[in-house]
């Protein structure tokens, strides 16, 4: 069975949206979740339960990307 893994990138203010990539994210979280809805709804939790949470929308901002993986991938 195929499913999607959600990438979460948490990407300084002074870093241009269209450049917040892995590489020059302060911190990614990624999660396996069913569908692409998973890829745009899965991660709040994660974001709240963690200490980045506060920065957010100040400092930082979240840029989610969805990734189609394969069974065992």
Do not use: H
Not at 37 to 55: D, L, M, P, Y
Request: one cysteine or more; proline letters at 1%; charged letters at 20%.
């Amino acid at each position: 069975m195929n499913g999607f893994l959600a990438v979460v990138l948490i990407c300084a203010n002074t870093v241009p949206v269209q450049e917040c990539e892995e590489a020059n994210a302060t911190d990614v979280f990624k999660t396996r979740v069913a569908s692409e809805i998973g890829c745009a709804t899965g991660w709040q939790e994660i974001i709240a339960r963690s200490e980045v949470r506060a920065g957010i929308g100040q400092t930082a901002y979240l840029k989610t990307q969805c990734r189609r993986v394969r069974a065992g991938g």
